[in-house]
């Protein structure tokens, strides 16, 4: 369990690994190894990028540090959250979507406080192979309401500026807070990546709001090819 927050920090979401816990660590993986004791890692920000809309204040400063230690000690999986989003990122571009070779991956859960209201279940069998599923929590349509509202309103209100009709900009609102839902709710599959770039409100989103900080996190959701293991 590694403590990466930096209380004395005006960028305390920044998370960083003092020299002296990254020392520490070593010690601890040096016995590991030494016993044959298969390790399993948790921090609070992510240890590997997952989005580059996030990636800046949410992935370890100092990462690639306790990312080399891992691969020296062969430790494979890392979770992680702070984003709230369910998603699988690996420091190897050929996942085979195994846990029991040389590949780290970082699993970041979703929240239970955030719909689609995620927990991961982690098991370990006989021959130290790990799995990691998720299971959410059913608080009914309350949840899945209040994620969509809040989406919907901060993708409406940045296009409050826009001399467009108001019913475009409903439509570029709701476009954008579905994409959001299956990219929470993990989603996203080739069909459905094709279907929202093939949609016009992805293109007005381009072509109206180009620099903004929500076509840039339309277009790393659209980008990314989903993990799973």
């Known amino acids: 369990m590694i403590d990466a927050s930096q209380y004395n920090s005006t960028t305390s979401d920044l998370g960083r690994v003092k020299d002296g816990t990254l020392s520490w ?9 030494s016993r044959s004791i298969t390790v399993l890692s948790v921090t609070h920000q992510n240890l590997l990028p997952h989005n580059p809309a996030f990636s800046e204040l949410y992935t370890i400063e100092n990462g690639q540090e306790l990312t080399a230690l891992y691969e020296k000690y062969q430790v494979n999986l890392n979770l992680s959250g702070h984003m709230h ?3 699988i990122a690996s420091n190897d571009s050929d996942v085979n979507n195994n846990l029991d070779d040389n590949t780290l991956y970082d ?5 239970l406080a955030v719909w689609p209201n995620l927990y991961a279940l ?9 799995s990691y599923t998720t299971n959410s929590v059913d608080y009914g349509s309350d949840s899945h309401q209040f994620f969509y509202d ?4 901060k993708f409406y209100d940045v296009l409050g500026t826009l ?7 409903k439509g570029m609102a709701v476009y954008a807070t579905m994409l959001n ?15 929202y ?6 293109k007005l989103w381009q072509q109206k709001m180009p620099a903004s900080f929500e076509t840039m996190y339309i277009e790393s959701m659209l980008k990314e090819e989903p993990k799973k293991c």
């Open 163 to 169: 001399y467009l009709p108001d019913e475009t900009k």
């Open 107 to 111: 699993c970041a859960t979703g929240s």
């Open 25 to 33: 660590i070593e010690d601890c993986l040096k016995e590991a190894q």
């Open 181 to 195: 839902l299956d990219y929470f709710s993990d989603q996203l599959d080739a069909v459905k990546i094709e279907k």
């Open 150 to 153: 809040n989406s919907y309103k």
């Open 197 to 202: 770039k093939q949609d016009l409100n992805y």
């Open 85 to 87: 989003i369910q998603n």
């Open 122 to 130: 982690v098991e370990l069998d006989s021959t130290k192979k790990v």
